[in-house]
């Protein structure tokens, strides 16, 4: 059965102190894995896209990296507004997105 | 400015009464779905819709229904037979390929709670 484990499930982080997130997952057939941003009481807002182990995509302070067994989302010198809940979704051989619970961020100023 | 809208935003329900779920896109978007948010879980897909007048069951469908009449419109009602509907609900499209998969674009969300 396909699974999506992300940990930690909270991470409190001072203004500048750098970490990582991850997302484990067991999937058939992985097609791809798509990393969202959900602010509270909104809806996903998307970031990237891995399509194969050792990509890499990056934005602004965010780099998410792919293995053939987990993804990372890579937080460099964070700020307040990058406070979030951090989703990771595998697309499976079905072409359905497997959604993990999510990571919630708190960066404290 | 394109988008994905869903009303209400709140939305109250009373034991044994059906409610319909709003969702309209002008994205131009083939796919639509519903999903379902829970408190430490992740987003589980009720219904989707690959092109107008066809739909299928996600993985949680039973209590819900839905309609696409439109390429705009996705529509859920939660009916009377939902036993457990206070939730978060998420509407969201994508274009679909040939091959290939692009990225869910999702709206503002509606607060469903039965009272």
């Known amino acids: 059965e396909d699974q999506v484990t992300q940990s930690p499930e909270a991470l409190r982080l001072q203004e500048g102190e750098s970490s990582s997130l991850n997302c484990s997952y067991t999937?058939?057939?992985?097609?791809?894995l798509f990393w969202y941003r959900q602010d509270p009481g909104k809806g996903p807002e998307f970031l990237f896209t891995?399509?194969?182990?050792?990509e890499e995509k990056e934005k602004e302070r965010l780099k998410a990296t792919l293995t053939k067994k987990e993804s990372f989302l890579h937080i460099t010198a964070p700020k307040p507004e990058d406070s979030a809940t951090y989703l990771c979704?595998?697309?499976?051989?079905?072409?359905?997105?497997?959604w993990g619970a999510g990571t919630k961020l708190i960066i404290k100023p | 400015d394109g988008g994905i809208t869903q009303s209400p935003k709140y939305l109250f329900r009373k034991e044994g009464q059906n409610v319909t779920l709003s969702c309209e896109q002008n994205?131009?978007?083939?796919?639509m779905y519903w999903y379902r948010q829970d408190p430490g879980q992740g987003l589980r897909l009720i219904y989707y819709?690959?092109?107008?007048?066809?739909?299928q069951k996600g993985d949680i469908a039973e209590g819900y229904s839905v309609s696409r009449e439109k390429k705009e419109s996705f529509p859920l009602t939660v009916t009377s037979a939902q036993k457990n509907p206070t939730a978060f609900y998420l509407c969201?499209?994508?274009?679909?390929?040939?091959?290939?998969?692009?990225?869910?674009?999702f709206g503002p969300g509606t607060r469903l709670t039965v009272l």
């Open positions: 969201a499209s994508t274009q679909r390929e040939t091959s290939g998969y692009n990225e869910q674009f």
């Open positions: 994205l131009n978007h083939d796919a």
């Open positions: 819709s690959q092109i107008v007048n066809d739909f």
């Open positions: 999937v058939s057939g992985l097609r791809g």
């Open positions: 891995l399509y194969s182990a050792g």
């Open positions: 979704a595998p697309l499976d051989s079905n072409y359905q997105l497997i």
